[in-house]
């Protein structure tokens, strides 16, 4: 069975500028997470989709937003970039809805000048 | 807000060694605990998980126990080998179905 996939690997954008990182879960997986990475906070939760909802949001600002599609597929957008969201954008698919074994994705790495 | 944490930032070991990393969670209705290892450049790989109804559960080479009285949590790395060196993260549903909160992360190295 093929991985989470997420495109593209690695992005770079200016400041104000909006960006879209997309996601594939693992076949048959319902359930897409997004975390953001960085040295100082870590991984931090962003939000999880099931079955094309919404099911939690963690602590970001409304710049950040999420859907999925009906095919599981996830895209998350960032608009107006500030230089803080410079990090590894990680996807991360269940069979389940959390908590459950979750699966990551390789990550976008996001630069922003 | 609640969290988890780690004791040890970083962790040498000599291969062959058993490693034991350590993992503090703050929240008493955590019910779902993770460990995750990531290596450079990669996403973070499942190693294994336990609930909260469990105190002890192995998988290859990996061991995680949990002591709910002191809200702690561990991972047993028998038999350490290169290839386990990466970061560690200890993660938790911290008393939410929602979402998954993680540790920093304990740096492994093993040297050969």
């Known amino acids: 069975k093929a991985g989470v996939t997420q495109t593209p690997r690695y992005l770079i954008k200016t400041r104000g500028q909006q960006v879209t990182l997309s996601c594939s879960p693992i076949?048959?997986?319902?359930?897409v997470s997004w975390y953001q990475q960085t040295p100082g906070q870590g991984l931090q939760f962003l939000f999880e989709?099931?079955?094309?909802?919404?099911?939690n949001k963690g602590n970001f600002p409304g710049r950040f937003s999420g859907r999925q599609f009906s095919n599981s597929r996830s895209e998350m957008n960032v608009s107006t970039l500030e230089l803080g969201d410079s990090a590894l954008y990680l996807c991360?698919?269940?069979?389940?809805?959390?908590?459950?074994?979750?699966?990551f994705g390789p990550g976008t790495r996001l630069t922003v000048l | 807000g609640e969290s988890v944490g780690l004791h040890l930032p970083t962790l040498s070991v000599q291969e062959g060694d058993n490693s034991i990393i350590n993992c503090a969670y703050s929240?008493?209705?955590?019910?779902?605990f993770i460990w995750y290892k990531q290596e450079s450049g990669k996403g973070p790989q499942f190693i294994i998980d336990?609930?909260?109804?469990?105190d002890k559960r192995q998988g290859q080479r990996v061991t995680v126990l949990l002591n709910k009285t002191v809200k702690h949590l561990s991972l047993q790395i028998a038999a350490t080998q290169p290839g386990d060196s990466a970061v560690y993260f200890c993660?938790?549903?911290?008393?939410?179905?929602?979402?998954?909160?993680f540790g920093k992360g304990t740096l492994l190295t093993v040297n050969p």
């Open positions: 076949s048959g997986h319902r359930s």
């Open positions: 336990i609930r909260s109804n469990m």
């Open positions: 991360a698919s269940s069979s389940e809805p959390l908590p459950a074994t979750q699966y």
């Open positions: 929240n008493s209705a955590s019910d779902y």
């Open positions: 989709y099931f079955s094309e909802t919404q099911r």
């Open positions: 993660a938790d549903t911290g008393g939410s179905n929602y979402k998954l909160t």
